[in-house]
């Protein structure tokens, strides 16, 4: 069981950068993928990146490759989204997620942060 809970959005200018972060709840959490997911209202949701600690493998949409950085502190329980050179585009809610390394879906979500870019 995971119970995820995201910070760190807010309000910035394009060119800026912001760091959210997804605390996790559980005493097995290097075991978990985990995604950050975004969505705009009247949008379907997409999958921005994820990581693999088993794997050692990361995951980055083709829009956000090299602007964005997935990394997770395995002992804190947490999991971070570096987002650097901001656009307009990146406004949306975010949202933590995981799943089972051989699941194909993602169990688990948190209740998302927003993050709006201003031009």
């Known amino acids: 069981q995971v119970q995820l809970v995201e910070s760190g959005g807010g309000l910035v200018q394009a060119g800026d950068s912001l760091r959210l972060s997804c605390a996790a709840s559980?005493?097995?959490?290097?075991?978990?993928?985990m995604g950050w997911f975004r969505q705009a209202p009247g949008k379907e949701r997409e999958i921005v990146a994820s990581v693999n600690w088993s794997l050692g493998s990361t995951y980055y949409a083709n829009s956000v490759k090299g602007r964005f950085t997935i990394s997770r502190d395995n002992a804190k329980n947490t999991v971070y989204l570096q987002m650097n050179s901001l656009k307009p585009e990146d406004t949306a809610v975010y949202s933590c997620?995981?799943?089972?390394?051989?699941?194909?879906?993602?169990?688990?979500w948190g209740q998302g942060t927003q993050v709006t870019v201003s031009s």
């Open positions: 559980g005493r097995t959490f290097s075991y978990y993928v």
């Open positions: 997620a995981a799943r089972s390394p051989g699941n194909n879906r993602y169990n688990y």
